[in-house]
Every structure is written in C-alpha cells, then in structure tokens.
C-alpha cells in the first residue's frame, strides 16, 4: 500500500515552485509514496501582496475532473506565475496558456463561473485551519510535517530526509 504525502503549495510562490523541482527530482526514489497536491492559497483576497493564484487553484480542480496531466498543470501555472510572469487573475490569460492541456473554453466557463470556488475555499481551510500550515510549500505524511521558513523555504537536503523517514 503507497504511503500519502500530502503536498500544500501555491501557485505564485517561489519556494513552492523551487520545491516542486526538488520533490519531482526525488520522488523516483520514493515510489511507495503517493501524492496527494493541495494548493491553497498563500495570500488570499482581499489581502494585498498578489498576484492572486486564486484562478490557477480553481484551474487545477477544473483540470483533475476533467482528467488532465496533474504535473504537466502544475508545470503550466509555476511557469505562468513566476517565469513568464502572464496576468494570472486573467480567466482569459490563464485559457489561453493552458488550451494545449484542457479544453480552453471549458476552463474558462467554469473559471467564469466561479464552479470551483467552494472546492478553493474547502482547499484553504484545509491547508490553514485543519492541517496547522502556516507557510508554504508544507509537507504533511502519516502524522509528521515538514513546514518551510518565511522567506526561505524548505530545503531539498530537509525533503530527503522527510521523505526517507518513510521508508
């Protein structure tokens, strides 16, 4: 039976994304362990820091219903947030960079209508209330954590040795 790792990360963040890249070079070497993503978000509306990932997050869940490559979105929105820095609080923006991945139309009527923002809402209450994070990325697995440093961030040598201890 794969073991869980429960991974919170937002869209926009730095350290998330710098996270993903240590986590999807490891894992090969973990594969009892399964993952489940939870994206929350790190600055919701109405705080003021932004861009505001609200819509990748809610993109996500539209892409998982509707059977996409998790990765290969997760890949799509880092780089939309962080590398080519596109308007990511565009419904439109968002569309058009991920057409290739999901059905771009389909996308942008469920962004537009907002049909995935009690799953968004549910996602943030679990990462902050229910799961004690209080930074991202923060890593939960059989009752243990790892949660990063502000403005650090959680190291790929911490990860290793979080993720081994499941052996």
């Not at 009892?32 to 990932?53: F, K, M, N, T």
């Not at 290969?72 to 058009?96: F, G, K, N, P, Q």
Request: a negative charge.
């Amino acid at each position: 039976m794969k073991r869980e790792l429960e991974v919170f990360f937002d869209y926009a963040c730095p350290y998330c994304f710098r996270a993903h890249g240590y986590l999807t070079e490891l894992m090969p070497q973990y594969p009892q362990l399964g993952i489940v993503w939870r994206p929350c978000e790190a600055h919701p509306r109405p705080d003021r820091y932004g861009p505001h990932s609200d819509l990748c997050i809610q993109g996500y869940f539209f892409a998982l219903e509707n059977g996409a490559d998790a990765l290969a979105y997760h890949d799509r929105m880092y780089r939309a947030a962080l590398i080519d820095r596109i308007d990511i609080e565009s419904v439109d923006a968002l569309a058009d960079f991920v057409r290739d991945l999901v059905d771009a139309d389909a996308f942008r009527l469920a962004l537009r209508q907002g049909t995935y923002q009690k799953a968004l809402a549910e996602a943030n209450r679990l990462a902050f209330e229910r799961s004690g994070v209080w930074v991202v990325p923060a890593y939960r697995m059989e009752g243990r954590k790892i949660d990063s440093v502000e403005n650090i961030g959680v190291s790929k040598e911490q990860l290793r040795r979080f993720l081994s201890q499941a052996d």
